[in-house]
């Protein structure tokens, strides 16, 4: 079956450090990838996605490329905040949405000044 | 309301008793979605309601799990004779419509504690 595996935390890095949060996947077919992102005290949201290979999602400085040919989905930022502080989830759901959104464990990021 | 909403935020119940937790989904959402975190846990799908299809009950863990919704509004998730290995945050999460490319609107979950 689908299944998301990314890197267990938590990660601690210094403002303005580089991060890399790898994310690999098991699906048949060609999924769509996502990641999502918890703060403090609120619900998930959609931070990025990718729904073909090769394809980058972006947002907030956030970046991952859907690579096929690794299987993988990893999420980069240049200069994390503080505020980037919360846990990130790495999640695929299949091309024509026959399956529900399948999540990985979920990284927690801690940027401290 | 303009998110999910969810309620309780915290239950704290003895084991054996019966739990309800709720979810009233964004406005127009068609699609709605329950999930289960438990500690350092990863997100467990439960169950998933489209309109007026058949729920999609396959991630749920026992008998003891039901869920319910009216239309395309309020969703009850119940536990029944709940157990220790219930404790956990639920998570009820809303979309337009179900597809690759459709967003998941979550709420800020339930957080179930069994003694």
């Known amino acids: 079956g689908n299944s998301v595996t990314q890197m267990e935390g938590p990660v601690t890095l210094s403002e303005e450090a580089f991060l890399t949060i790898n994310c690999t996947y098991t699906a048949t077919g060609y999924p769509s990838l996502f990641w999502y992102v918890q703060y403090p005290g609120e619900g998930l949201q959609l931070l990025l996605k990718a729904t073909k290979a090769d394809d980058k999602g972006s947002n907030k400085g956030f970046e991952a490329t859907y690579r096929k040919e690794t299987t993988s989905f990893h999420l980069e930022k240049g200069s994390v905040q503080v505020s980037d502080s919360a846990v990130y989830f790495c999640a695929l759901s299949d091309r024509a949405g026959n399956t529900p959104l399948v999540f990985g464990k979920g990284t927690r990021l801690s940027v401290i000044a | ?115």
């Open chain 2, 1 to 115: 309301g303009a998110g999910v909403s969810q309620s309780p935020s915290n239950k704290v119940t003895e084991k054996g008793k019966d739990v309800e937790l709720r979810c009233d989904p964004i406005s127009g959402h068609t699609a709605l979605y329950w999930y289960r975190q438990r500690l350092g846990q990863g997100l467990e799908f439960l169950i998933y309601f489209q309109g007026n299809s058949a729920p999609d009950k396959s991630g749920l863990p026992s008998d003891r799990f039901s869920a319910e919704r009216t239309g395309e509004s309020v969703s009850t998730l119940t536990i029944q004779r709940t157990q220790q290995e219930d404790s956990a945050v639920y998570l009820c999460a809303s979309s337009l419509k179900r597809g690759s490319t459709g967003e998941l609107f979550f709420g800020e979950g339930s957080r179930l504690t069994v003694l």
